[in-house]
């Protein structure tokens, strides 16, 4: 049996969460208008309560991160009340289809507030209920909510801190879920640059040319030739662009879209520090398809496409560089072989 206070913690973190939750809904709201409206992706189509209860399951997870008292107990038991709802314990006011995503997750929104405050307002009642997030097993009992530590009010600091971190893993998450859907990874070709003898002379070309052409994207390799009798070092490199699955290959992402997705070039300048992730990540790690029209060529599960601490490291120099065929005529003397290009239409 719970002690007194023990029912009163609860009933105080259930006042504070819902206060949270109230107060990041409009944000919430904002960045899916904005996601889809950057993405140009069908706003009114409903995918779903796995996809809202995916999505509202990681943001709230991201709680986790920050370094407070009972930071992860909160971020538990919020992750799995959101993950429940798509569980055989799904409200009925959740099982009907929507027009758009927006009015789902004003729906599971409103739900969470209706079952909380029923919390709130008799915890005894509630205390032995545990939630199970169907989507990854994981349990949230209510009685951890009557532990020693208070979610923060929303008078504190923290509060608003908490705010940024859930603000910014929804668009985050949102954009990784429909970016797959509407873009796809398109490598062209590559080429040996015999001008790029280093990691930083490369760098220093491939942020220039990603400056002008924001949908493209290198990985590299170090490499070697034998040219005049000796051995020369040069820079390997492979192009991908971001394409619309709506259009030719040739429907390359707008600079508008690139300068909101990115935060940076890849090759270690940030370029947008309210972008919604590096360029390596959306590109590689995102799970986009990446489509080679003629197979992998040689060399390509080697390299990398990353920057920054690479650059510092000196992690590109260390490895083990191999030797390469490069088309006849193409010396040091007379410059990298052809840029990709020319560029695609934008669109």
């Known amino acids: 049996m ?29 960045k899916l208008n904005e996601v889809y409206m950057n993405l140009k992706s069908d ?15 990681s943001v709230f997870w991201s709680l986790g991160a920050l370094e407070f008292d009972g930071a992860t107990v909160f971020a538990s038991f919020l992750g799995t009340f959101f993950g429940a709802y798509v569980g055989p314990e799904t409200p009925p006011s959740l099982e009907k289809t929507f027009a758009k995503d927006l009015e789902r997750l004003d729906a599971t929104i409103e739900q969470s507030l209706v079952d909380l405050a029923l919390i709130h307002d008799n ?34 600091e923290l509060f608003q801190k908490m705010t940024d971190t859930t603000v910014f893993q929804f668009r985050h998450d949102l954009t990784m879920s429909v970016l797959p859907k509407v873009y796809y990874v398109y490598f062209s070709d590559y080429w040996s ?12 070309w491939a942020s220039d040319y990603v400056a002008k052409w924001p949908a493209y994207f290198f990985k590299y390799r170090p490499a070697w030739v034998w040219s005049g009798g000796k051995r020369a070092d040069v820079i390997q490199y492979y192009n991908f662009s971001l394409v619309s699955v709506s259009g030719s290959i040739n429907s390359v992402a707008s600079d508008d879209l690139c300068k909101w997705l990115f935060q940076d070039d890849g090759y270690g300048h940030q370029t947008n520090a309210d972008g919604v ?17 003629n197979g992998k060529p040689f060399g390509i599960d080697s390299a990398m496409a990353t920057a920054g601490a690479l650059a510092a490291s000196g992690e590109l ?13 193409t010396g040091p003397g007379e410059g990298p072989k052809p840029l990709p290009g020319p560029p695609a239409k934008k669109g």
Request: glycine residues 4%; hydrophobic residues 35%.
């Open 2 to 30: 719970p002690t007194a206070d023990q029912l009163n913690r609860v009933t105080k973190n259930v006042e504070h969460m819902m206060d949270f939750i109230n107060h990041v809904h409009s944000f919430f709201s904002d």
């Open 43 to 57: 706003q009114n189509t409903d995918q779903g309560q796995k996809f809202i209860s995916t999505l509202l399951d």
């Open 123 to 156: 915890p005894l009642a509630y205390w032995d209920k545990t939630y199970t997030n169907p989507l990854n097993n994981k349990t949230a009992p209510v009685s951890s909510l009557g532990g020693a530590t208070l979610f923060p009010s929303k008078y504190s």
């Open 193 to 204: 640059g015999w001008n790029y003898w280093t990691k930083e002379e490369f760098f220093k």
């Open 277 to 293: 992730a590096k360029r390596f990540d959306v590109f590689f790690s995102w799970g986009l398809e990446i489509h080679y029209p």
């Open 317 to 329: 120099a260390a490895l083990p560089p191999e030797q390469v065929n490069l088309v006849e005529g």
